[in-house]
């Protein structure tokens, strides 16, 4: 019995949080968050968990989400993409990389997963919260400390898109050139907002599930047949590889609301964490995690800036590309609207689409180097 109500419940209240997201509420505070508190509050109740569904739905959630948010990004929009856009996103991670390392060397974290803090950081400031959570997973960060990475990054993130929407584009203005306006490519925004039919809903969501269930069947036959048992970071990698080849085919480029799909899995993750988390280890030990996530955060922004200052890139195209790479392709249209800038929205959202795809391999890739250095 407890098997059958632990999954209603991993479904009812992401469902719910899904459905309402355009809320006022919901919206200011952040479905992922809500998620999470939801998760804990539950946590401390009588409510009947099984503990081993529970676990395996919450890494089952990860992992098709990663693979759906991969399917959705369409590889075609990058040959089109602003050369000053993309140029700008990949100073944003140089951004990202020199602040890690500046950080590592020269500030003394107690904490021994802080190296996997880190890497978990470069794929949260590459892609968004999916990377962050599968990277976590594969280096086998505890549930308490990804909450709480989660936790930190809502909050100073949340501070400085405060400041993105109001004040940082007049600021900016000060030192950098205006946007100079191009073309508007309206065919390939109609690409991206055209929504379906609504009776083809369900089926469009059941093969976009179908395709990345198939997919993450095969990463994990190619993993054991490699490696004769299961390893999660060549898991990863597989998940994600296999799926950016999925997202080639054409067939797979049709099936709409993979994106949607992905979000919903991360908050059935989201919550699945929440309900596993002991929150008394979180206030024992996060202000150190809060340091850790505030100066990897405001340093990328301000050694950003600083290489905008010295390419001479517009502002514009800094804020949206900045967007792409610490937020992610939904905050892309709320920073364009505040900006004014409507041109620019599909060249934003595919480069977060991009980060999806890149920020796995950075993330690993930067915890492996530090394990190597350290």
């Known amino acids: 019995m407890n098997i059958l109500f632990t999954l209603f419940l991993l479904l009812f209240v992401p469902a719910i949080l899904k ?3 355009k809320t006022k509420f919901v919206s200011f505070i952040s479905p992922i968050a809500l998620a999470y508190a939801s998760g804990i509050i539950l946590s401390y109740t009588a409510v009947p968990i099984h503990s081993e569904i529970l676990k395996q739905t919450t890494e089952i959630s990860i992992a098709l989400s990663i693979s759906l ?3 959705a990004s369409n590889l075609d929009k990058f ?3 602003l050369k000053p856009l993309l140029k700008s996103f990949l100073l944003g991670i140089l951004s990202l990389l020199i602040t890690i390392f500046l950080t590592y060397f020269f500030f003394s974290f107690s904490d021994e997963k802080s190296i996997d803090i880190m890497g978990m950081l470069v794929g949260l400031y590459v892609g968004g919260t999916p990377n962050l959570n599968a990277i976590g997973i594969a280096l086998g960060v505890p549930n308490e400390t990804i909450v709480l990475v989660n ?3 809502i909050a100073i993130g ?6 993105l929407i109001t004040i940082v584009k007049p600021l900016l203005s000060l030192f950098l050139p205006k946007y100079i306006p191009t073309k508007f490519h309206k065919k390939i925004e109609n690409e991206i907002i055209d929504k379906i039919n609504l009776s083809k809903n369900i089926k469009m969501i059941f093969l976009g599930l179908l395709t990345s269930i198939l997919i993450l069947g095969i990463s994990f036959g190619l993993v054991f047949l490699l490696f004769s048992n299961f390893n999660i970071p060549a898991f990863l990698i597989s998940l994600t590889t296999l799926s950016i080849i999925g997202a080639q085919f054409s067939g797979i480029k049709n099936i709409s609301y993979k994106f949607e799909t992905a979000d ?3 908050l059935i993750f989201s919550f699945g964490i929440g309900l596993q988390i002991d929150l008394n280890a979180l206030l024992t030990h996060g202000l150190e995690i809060y340091l850790l996530v505030g100066t990897v955060f405001i340093g990328t922004i301000l050694i950003h800036f600083l290489l905008a200052w010295i390419t001479k890139t ?6 949206i590309s900045s967007t792409a790479a610490l937020y992610g392709p939904a905050f892309i249209v709320p920073i364009a609207r505040a900006i004014n ?3 620019i929205i599909v060249y934003g959202i595919a480069l977060g689409l991009l980060g999806y795809i890149i920020g796995n391999y950075l993330g690993l890739g930067v915890a492996w180097i530090l394990y190597l250095i350290g």
């Open 264 to 266: 919903f899995l991360l």
């Open 314 to 319: 517009d502002v514009d195209t800094l804020m």
């Open 19 to 21: 459905i309402s997201e």
């Open 69 to 71: 948010f991969v399917l």
């Open 158 to 163: 949340g501070i400085y898109f405060l400041l």
């Open 151 to 153: 936790t930190a990054d």
């Open 341 to 343: 800038n409507r041109e």
């Open 79 to 81: 040959k089109v993409l």
